[in-house]
Nanobody, 125 residues
Framework: EVQLQASGGGLVQAGGSLRLSCAAS????????IGWFRRVSWKEREGVGC????????YYADSVKGRFTISTDNARKTLYLQMNDLKPEDTAEYYC??????????????????WGQGTQVTVSS
């Protein structure tokens, strides 16, 4: 059984940093595209960044490029999202995801079969 457990959210001032973690079990990172989506309650889920199953590289949404970085610890089966220079518009619930997705980037949330429980990030101005 695949399980994803996200943590690390919290309240931070604009310009600050947070690191989210996602502990995975029941899967190998080599077999799945993995990454992060976020959702503000009244909006659709937005792809933040995903590691491609095709080339193993992370691909980011334009809104977070240069500020957010995805990394993995394969031995610990943990996915990270380092978020720097946070802005109020980054406020959302963040979800780690995994799926057998054969394109690069986080395009469609419904393509990802497995979702963590979400962790709230709030950025104050």
């Amino acid at each position: 059984e695949v399980q994803l457990q996200a943590s690390g959210g919290g309240l931070v001032q604009a310009g600050g940093s947070l690191r989210l973690s996602c502990a995975a079990s029941g899967l190998s990172f080599a077999d799945y595209a993995i990454g992060w989506f976020r959702r503000v309650s009244w909006k659709e889920r937005e792809g933040v960044g995903c590691v491609s199953l095709l080339d193993g590289k992370p691909y980011y949404a334009d809104s977070v490029k240069g500020r957010f970085t995805i990394s993995t610890d394969n031995a610990r089966k943990t996915l990270y999202l380092q978020m720097n220079d946070l802005k109020p518009e980054d406020t959302a619930e963040y979800y780690c995801v995994a799926g057998r997705v054969w394109y690069s980037g986080c395009r469609y949330p419904h393509d990802y079969d497995y979702w963590g429980q979400g962790t709230q990030v709030t950025v104050s101005s």
